[in-house]
Structures are given as C-alpha cells and as structure tokens.
C-alpha cells in the first residue's frame, strides 16, 4: 500500500497562475481533507470531502477549490495564484471523521512570487 | 470546540522520559484527546488517543485526570529522532468533526 501520495512534491508559480495538485488514497477511504501548513504553524483544513461526489468548505476556503470524481482521488486547485498562497499544502485521509486517525501524505510545497 | 494550550518547545536529552502537557479547561463529554507527530518535511502521523485514565501504546502513553482538563503525553527514553512538532488535539466523537490542529510543542532532542 502506498497510502496517501501527492503530486508534485514541489512548484513555483507566478502571481495569477493556476495549478492543480493532486492526492490519491488507495485505503478506500470515504473522508479526504485539504490542509496547508505555514512556517511555524499548525495546520489549518481548506476543504474536505466526506464522500465520491462531495465536498464541503474548511477553516480556510477562499481562492482553493476542490473535487472528489473518484473516491480514491481529491484534487485541490488554485484558480489565480497569490503570494499569500506559498504554503506546504498536505493531503490527508481517514476512514470516516471523528476519532478514526487521519493519514497525511507527505506535502507539496508551494511558492507564488 | 474545546481550545488547546500546550508549551511551544521543549527540550530534552537522549534516554530521558518526556512529558507534554496539555490543557483544554472546556473538555466536552463526547470529546476525545488526541495526540498527532509532525517531523520536519512530513505530514503529522496519530500517535496515541484517548478518554480518560491511562492509555499505552508502543509509542508513547497519555494520562488523563479525572476532570479531564488536561492532558500529559509521555515518551518514555527519547532519542534523537523524537525531535519533532506534537499536537495535541480535542475531537469530538462524531463522524463529521474535523481536526483543529494549533501550534504544537517543538521538542527537541539532544545527544
């Protein structure tokens, strides 16, 4: 099992560009969540997941949008990139939420100049 | 949601035992204390869970006051590679809670 892997690991964009990262679980996970991760933070959820088909705004939605086609994909994608959007974005997935674990991959590093 | 307060470093040395407090004073009865560990440029991972007393794993164990307002992760005999960010977490037990994740407690483990 590879768990929770994403793509890419690393990316420089320009200020107004977009881009799509991509997660995949193959735990057949139902709830998959969006986290980024600033220098010297904790981790604040962007968007999540709780199903095929479904998503639903976290902490911190504005300028993410998401989609789940597939259970064992959720991809996260930045229509117009801002500097303010340089950040470790992790995925992570759980069998449901609650007290079930959640399993993070291993993060994409993103910086917008 | 019940707030977390939790030192922001520690520091500690090889084959000594460590304690992490943490306290949520607004515990709620259907809440769980949770315990994740983030290392540098990884995802966090789960490391131990639980209600209330004494819970151990092979990781680590977390005691739990009676009134619950705190919380104390110990691990038992670090070593270097316990050098990492641990979060302690309250999480309600229902299928649609998400994680809050604060700042967490920097440890860092010296030879």
């Known amino acids: 099992n590879a768990g929770v892997t994403q793509t890419p690991k690393f990316r420089v964009l320009k200020t107004g560009q977009s881009m799509t990262l991509l997660c995949a679980q193959d735990?057949?996970?139902?709830?998959m969540y969006w986290y980024r991760q600033d220098p010297g933070m904790g981790l604040r959820l962007i968007h999540y997941?709780?199903?095929?088909?479904?998503?639903a705004k976290g902490e911190v939605p504005d300028g993410y949008n998401v989609s789940r086609l597939k259970k064992q994909n959720f991809l996260l994608g930045l229509e117009s990139a801002a500097p303010s959007q340089t950040s470790v974005y992790f995925c992570a997935s759980s069998f449901t939420g609650g007290l079930y674990e959640q399993f993070f991959g291993p993060g994409t590093r993103l910086t917008v100049l | 949601l019940a707030k977390t307060t939790q030192p922001i470093s520690m520091d500690s040395y090889e084959g000594q035992e460590v304690n992490i407090t943490c306290s949520h004073n607004n515990i709620a009865t259907n809440d769980y204390i949770t315990w994740y560990q983030q290392f540098p440029s990884q995802g966090p991972r789960f490391i131990i869970q639980g209600y209330k007393t004494k819970v151990t794993n092979e990781v680590a164990s977390l005691f739990i006051p009676a009134d619950r307002k705190s919380s104390t992760l110990s691990l038992p005999r670090v070593s270097l590679s316990d050098t990492a960010v641990y979060y302690c977490l309250v999480v309600i037990n229902n299928a649609g809670n998400m994680l809050t994740f604060g700042g967490g407690t920097r440890l860092m483990v010296k030879p």
């Open positions: 997941s709780v199903g095929e088909g479904t998503t």
């Open positions: 735990m057949n996970h139902e709830y």
